[in-house]
């Protein structure tokens, strides 16, 4: 039987600190399994990155986190 894995996009603006402006996250549930292709999952942590960017007050970051469900 075939593990699966809950993928989850974590969003980060860094913010700026220096005027107040205090980093942040988000969370997003992935429609996607760990075995993705690499280059959909490329595709969709820029999209994300792109949409966020329009409500970020600092620099974004996208890294996927993997969860192994049994």
Wanted: with cysteine; glycine share 6%.
């Amino acid at each position: 039987m075939e593990k699966f894995i809950k993928v989850k996009a974590v969003v980060i603006d860094n913010g700026d600190p220096s005027v107040g402006i205090d980093p942040f996250f988000w969370e997003i549930e992935c429609p996607f399994y760990g075995d993705e292709d690499e280059d959909n999952k490329e595709f969709f942590r820029k999209e994300i990155q792109k949409l966020y960017k329009e409500f970020a007050e600092g620099k974004i970051h996208v890294f996927y986190s993997y969860e192994k469900i049994d």
